[in-house]
């Protein structure tokens, strides 16, 4: 570990280095709670704001790997927090984007784009969150980093 690496409070390790796509909601809690119950991620950390409808910040943990902040449009203070919502495209990289798909179907969700194999070797589905965003899960991992 170096200086610049940061400690987690829950575990007391530094977390590994990945992209964290940071996202606004009107409604975060409804955000929260549809990402959870309906994709499947988990919360790692939420912070409440002035209010607790309000969310200061959010972590929550996709299981096969990597994960999302989030928190509520318009926080006095907060230039991030100012941004549009509901404009996102999101694409988490899953072994399982059928049971994705079926998640999504039985709560209702739009589905924008239905399980599909691609030419390039990828299932995968997009669901649209009820603010807008657009998540695709599919089973494409990305082209290796070419040799430096």
Known sequence: MN????????????????????????????????????????????????????????????????????????????????HVTGSVGVYVVTEHPDEVHERAIEAGATIFAAPEDTDYGSRSVTVLDPEGNAWTFGTYRGEPAPAS
Request: aromatic content about 8%.
């Open 3 to 82: 200086e610049n690496d940061t400690m987690s409070p829950a575990t007391g390790e530094a977390p590994p280095k990945m992209i964290w796509p940071g996202l606004q909601y009107e409604d975060a809690r409804a955000a929260i709670a549809f990402l959870t119950d309906v994709f499947g991620f988990t919360e790692a950390l939420v912070v409440s704001g002035a209010t607790d409808e309000v969310v200061e910040h959010s972590q929550l943990m996709w299981p096969e790997g990597g994960g999302v902040m989030l928190g509520s449009k318009g926080r006095e203070g907060n230039a991030y927090s100012q």
